[in-house]
């Protein structure tokens, strides 16, 4: 019997959210920018490592934001697949350099990365957060990872046939929702998120209304956005003993993504640091993107 219950509830879940082609259009509506011109890019500094130069560079998504990120590029004149990377709230490594070291790896293999600061890299993000604001707030972090793949694309040397995605925790969730309305994106790898936004925004700051709070943020859904995903591979990773992602909000996730798609489930936590989770990253991102001297 309580089998048969979690069934019911499961399957409701999956279907409570069905959008209509009004739905769809008016959370599209809600991301739209002016993409007449790139963001504005300044070089800070430049490191060689071995064949891969790294530029510490800033760019303005819009409305007088300033970004940082690196820019990851091998040597050579391409095509090269891009990579978007974008790092997980955490005690450490909170900000652009999460995957750095990673970038630079996979640019051996022939591909050019960019990876960003997203708005929770700044020191105690989540406790100042005014919950009122976090719509208008997660509508723009949207529309300024948009704006980071623009400047990717930009490079005359990426292919812009292959193109990736690699997010984890915050960075997964708001690929998520970009994901959603953009899809440009060919690959994407997913690391310990949750089902929704809501799951953590009432850990922190709480708002005058939660009804209120829910009824504004109910068009950010994150499986909403998976399912309007097409034309591209996915690969989730979640960690076992993961304190803030339960192996049901998992399944939800995985569940809401159109093939073709792959979970994985290690024995991790949140931090998802194991050697092995790399690997299979990696692994994911080389076969997908074709790289390595491999069939395109």
């Known amino acids: 019997m309580k089998t048969h219950l979690f069934l019911l509830l499961f399957a409701f879940t999956l279907t409570a959210h069905a959008q209509s082609a009004s739905e769809v259009a008016a959370r599209r509506a809600l991301f739209r920018y002016n993409d007449a011109s790139l963001p504005n890019v300044k070089e800070v500094s430049s490191e060689q490592r071995g064949d891969v130069t790294v530029r510490d560079i800033t760019f303005s998504p819009g409305a007088g934001r300033e970004t940082k990120a690196y820019l990851v590029i091998p040597k050579g004149n ?6 978007l990377w974008v790092h997980w709230l955490g005690e450490e490594k909170s900000n652009r350099t999460q995957f750095l070291e990673e970038a630079i790896e996979l640019a051996s293999k022939g591909t050019a990365s960019l990876l960003v600061d997203a708005m929770w890299s700044t020191p105690n993000w989540f406790g100042k957060r005014i919950p009122e604001k976090d719509y208008e707030n997660s509508i723009r972090q949207v529309i300024d990872l948009r704006r980071a793949l623009d400047l990717l694309l930009s490079q005359s040397n990426v292919d812009k046939t292959r193109l990736g995605f690699v997010g984890h925790d915050y960075g997964a969730m708001y690929g998520m929702l970009m994901a959603g309305v953009d899809q440009r994106i060919n690959t994407f790898v997913f690391i310990a998120a949750t089902q929704s936004l809501n799951d953590w925004a009432f850990l922190g700051p709480q708002p005058k209304s939660k009804a209120a709070y829910l009824k504004q943020n109910a068009n950010l859904e994150l499986t909403d956005s998976l399912r309007q995903v097409r034309n591209a591979s996915t690969l989730f990773q979640f960690g076992k003993s993961d304190f803030y992602v339960s192996q049901a909000d998992g399944a939800i996730l995985f569940a809401a993504a159109n093939e073709p ?8 936590g949140h931090k998802m640091e194991s050697s092995e989770i ?4 990696n692994e994911w991102l080389i076969k997908q993107l074709k790289l390595g001297g491999g069939p395109r």
């Open 78 to 83: 391409g095509p090269f697949a891009g990579i």
């Open 278 to 281: 790399v690997k299979d990253r």
């Open 261 to 268: 798609k792959q979970r994985k489930i290690y024995d991790a």
